[in-house]
């Protein structure tokens, strides 16, 4: 029954490999391989895909490391390359600004999502009104969606509806979530958004969820969701986007996109770009276990490689000190307390 | 002992803590709340204390002004309103203590220039951000022992005590902190970060300052000018506190510097996890209160600025 249930829904595709892989691959991917990538997503017919630093626009720093270009040279690159792919790029206030969107734009960028802590959505006016101004297609991206309840979620979704976002995501950017507690957010938020407000889902893949994630956003109303090919991103990686795409072509989803072309990208560019496995292993399954933002992973084995605590210890510590994205310095900052507890560290004075 | 009379425009999260501050001090007296909505809680709760106040905006505190004798104005208003605010009082000879990113005077960080700015007479200085009152002493206090080419910094604000202007408005609260880090702390170039964090219960305010030195840090110096530093702060904010660091490390981009800090408030009118508030407002405080000093002691007299 539910096999047959979704048969013939449209659903958009949104390829993360260049802007959620640059976490797994901490910044590192040249302009040259982005390209390479791109080219081949957009022959596969993947009609989206996202393209800057892992933090977005404004996100070279020394919190979430710097990449081997710019974004507007990424963005430009991947621009002049593909045929009829959209590039999207993700902006989180407080990080990036409106300059930066006007340079994302001027670049080739056509959507975006504009994304906040899942409540905190008024964060956001601005950047998103900015953002419908240049006239690209505008998602309100509400992060750590499972820090708010179904209800919650809503209220913060038709706060960024009333901005002007066309689509709002469900995030689950910890890999935390359970099909139910997908299936409500989504359900919450179609029954107060507007009909041509469309749903999104992106997930994380850290408790082997991010398939049935995806297909339970879409019974619940979704409309577009967000994957990488190979999973290459933060944690265990995004939704793993060749292996959704044939879980779609079995039940009759229409997303045209081509499903040999897509496991042959994976296959043939994304895995061979790998600095590690992204998969599920210990680390990453502490995140999910205990709802941390996937991103902290690689930051927290840093720490705990400099000051000799274990990084699953960091991570649960994170989780119960509620941190949240774009709070990667509170890693080194409570390696470093956990260090001095343990007598590993002393303080200067 | 005479005191200068204060008037705060601006009812919101710092304008009503600011008259807690101002209330203690020995040399200031809040006389005058202003505000735009006549049945504001921030109103009454001034009336309750014993100020004055008008909902006519500024306009509405002008004519009692001279009579009155109000010396000082805070504004913690907007950036879009402010500057029209302070010229308006200028012209009357208050001098203007900005609160909002709008920085259309000189930008003070009380242990780092406020003693310039008071020798200069300034009738306009802006405080920043409460982010840049936690951070820029630090990056300056490692930018006095060597040269600093990029310096960034991370607030972690806790969502209760973010206020509705600053969430509407962030993307003027990074470009004035991260001018101020260039201007003030002396860095190169800055960068400034914040995050909202909903947790409950509410995070204290927390702050990592990030430095790249051009050279090797001279990493005895930098401690004891950091130390130093987080004294001069903690005569004016007591729950001002290094939590980790100096902690030095090689980094791709180069010598990096790393300082942790977190800043308790005194829970005037927030509780004290919202030490973002008591910064700025404490630092507009002492700012008011040097002039002050100077004014009673005959130092200095403000000037009305004429019309242009």
């Known amino acids: 029954m539910s096999e047959n249930s979704l048969k013939g829904r449209k659903v958009i595709l949104h390829d993360m490999c260049l802007r959620d892989g640059m976490h797994a691959k901490r910044e590192q991917i040249s302009v040259e391989?982005?390209?390479?990538?791109?080219?081949?997503?957009?022959?596969?017919?993947?009609?989206?895909?996202?393209?800057?630093?892992?933090?977005?626009?404004?996100?070279?720093?020394?919190?979430?490391?710097?990449?081997?270009?710019?974004?507007?040279?990424?963005?430009?690159?991947?621009?002049?390359?593909?045929?009829?792919?959209?590039?999207?790029?993700?902006?989180?206030?407080?990080?990036?600004?409106?300059?930066?969107?006007?340079?994302?734009?001027?670049?080739?960028?056509?959507?975006?999502?504009?994304?906040?802590?899942?409540?905190?959505?008024?964060?956001?006016p601005q950047h998103i009104a900015y953002c419908r101004k240049l006239g690209m297609d505008t998602t309100g991206f509400l992060m750590m969606a499972h820090l708010n309840d179904a209800k919650g979620i809503a209220a913060q979704g038709k706060l960024m509806e009333s901005y002007g976002a066309q689509t709002v995501y469900v995030t689950d950017s910890a890999g935390y979530m359970l099909p139910e507690d997908v299936k409500a957010r989504v359900k919450a938020l179609r029954d107060v958004l507007k009909p041509e407000t469309e749903i999104g889902f992106h997930g994380h893949h850290n408790m082997g969820m991010g398939i049935a994630n995806s297909i339970a956003a879409i019974e619940a109303g979704a409309s577009r969701i967000d994957g990488s090919v190979a999973g290459l991103g933060a944690g265990a990686g995004n939704t793993p986007l060749e292996v959704f795409l044939a879980v779609c072509d079995r039940m009759g989803i229409e997303t045209g996109v081509d499903l040999f072309k897509l496991m042959d990208v994976a296959e043939e560019v994304i895995v061979p770009m790998m600095d590690h496995m992204v998969r599920v292993d210990r680390d990453s399954l502490t995140l999910g276990f205990a709802g941390v933002y996937s991103t902290f992973l690689l930051h927290a084995k840093r720490a705990a490689e400099r000051f000799g605590v274990p990084a699953r210890d960091v991570l649960v510590e994170l989780g119960r000190k509620k941190m949240i994205g774009g709070q990667e310095d509170m890693i080194i900052d409570t390696a470093m307390t956990m260090a001095k507890q343990r007598g590993l560290l002393k303080d200067v004075a | 002992m005479k005191k200068i009379r204060c008037a705060l425009?601006?009812?919101?999260?710092?304008?009503?803590d600011l008259i807690y501050k101002i209330q203690r001090s020995p040399v200031l007296e809040p006389v005058w709340m202003v505000g735009i909505d006549p049945t504001s809680e921030g109103l009454a709760r001034a009336r309750d204390m014993g100020l004055k106040t008008t909902a006519e905006g500024v306009d509405g505190l002008l004519p009692h002004v001279l009579d009155d004798n109000i010396q000082i104005a805070f504004d913690a208003t907007s950036a879009y309103v402010h500057a029209e605010n302070s010229r308006k009082l200028n012209e009357l000879g208050v001098m203007m203590i900005d609160l909002t990113p709008a920085a259309i005077g000189p930008l003070c960080v009380p242990p780092v220039n406020l003693r310039q700015h008071a020798d200069k007479v300034e009738m306009n200085v802006n405080m920043i951000s409460c982010a840049g009152q936690a951070t820029i002493p630090i990056v300056n206090a490692v930018a006095q022992?060597?040269?600093?080419?990029?310096?960034?910094?991370?607030?972690?604000?806790?969502?209760?005590?973010?206020?509705?202007?600053?969430?509407?408005?962030?993307?003027?609260?990074?470009?004035?902190?991260?001018?101020?880090?260039?201007?003030?702390g002396g860095a190169r170039k800055g960068k400034a970060l914040a995050i909202i964090n909903p947790a409950e219960p509410p995070m204290i305010m927390r702050n990592t300052i990030y430095c790249?030195?051009?050279?090797?840090?001279?990493?005895?110096?930098?401690?004891?000018?950091?130390?130093?530093?987080?004294?001069?702060?903690?005569?004016?904010?007591?729950?001002?506190?290094?939590?980790?660091?100096?902690?030095?490390?090689?980094?791709?981009?180069?010598?990096?510097?790393?300082?942790?800090?977190?800043?308790?408030?005194l829970g005037d009118y927030l509780p004290t996890y919202a030490g973002n508030l008591d910064i700025m407002t404490a630092a507009a405080c002492r700012t008011a209160e040097m002039f002050a000093e100077e004014i009673l002691a005959g130092k200095i007299q403000l000037k009305a600025v004429e019309a242009a």
């Open chain 1, 33 to 124: 391989q982005m390209v390479k990538v791109a080219t081949a997503l957009d022959g596969a017919g993947v009609p989206y895909i996202q393209v800057t630093h892992g933090a977005g626009m404004g996100g070279n720093s020394l919190q979430h490391g710097f990449a081997l270009a710019s974004n507007e040279e990424y963005i430009g690159a991947v621009a002049a390359a593909v045929k009829q792919t959209r590039i999207s790029v993700l902006l989180i206030p407080g990080l990036g600004t409106m300059r930066e969107l006007q340079a994302a734009y001027e670049a080739g960028a056509r959507s975006v999502h504009v994304a906040t802590h899942c409540t905190e959505a008024d964060t956001s």
């Open chain 2, 9 to 16: 425009i601006g009812s919101g999260n710092i304008g009503t």
């Open chain 2, 145 to 184: 022992v060597q040269s600093v080419g990029y310096a960034e910094i991370i607030a972690s604000l806790s969502s209760k005590s973010v206020g509705p202007g600053t969430r509407a408005n962030l993307d003027e609260f990074t470009y004035t902190t991260s001018n101020a880090i260039e201007k003030v």
């Open chain 2, 212 to 265: 790249l030195t051009d050279e090797k840090p001279d990493q005895s110096k930098i401690i004891e000018s950091v130390l130093k530093m987080i004294g001069e702060v903690q005569k004016y904010v007591p729950g001002y506190k290094l939590v980790n660091g100096p902690v030095f490390d090689e980094v791709p981009q180069g010598h990096r510097v790393a300082v942790f800090m977190e800043v308790a408030g």
